[in-house]
């Protein structure tokens, strides 16, 4: 075999998986509880770009602004690296995965203590044209 034969393979493998890749968009580590990010990301699946920014918009919930965020980030990887059109990109996938969890120590009265926990989520949102 040719030295560029394996090569020629991995080049013309390479371009099939970025035809078939969709634009995504990731949050690591958010300060919210996947069970409360979860609420919203129901909301906005399956729908356009558009659509779903207004429901976060007017959502008051501390998720909101996070997820508004990966949304935007995710129609701007779409535009940019991907060439879409952003007006025909929908919501195809969004999920939030649990993160890890910060333990800390509340002082209580009579030299007690209480744990707290803080925890994160992974949030994850993918696109694609309709």
Known sequence: MAKGHRSKIKRERNELEKQSRKPMAHARYARISSMKAKYLL?????????EALGILIYTTSKSS???????????????????????KL??????????????RIAARSKGQAEARVMKTSHITIALNSR
């Open 90 to 103: 929908y919501i195809e996938m969004a999920t939030a995965n649990q993160g890890p969890k910060m333990k």
């Open 42 to 50: 129901d909301l906005i699946r399956g729908k356009d770009i558009k």
């Open 65 to 87: 602004t996070v997820i508004e965020k990966v949304v935007k980030s995710a129609a701007a990887n779409a535009e940019n690296n991907m060439g879409m059109d952003a007006s």
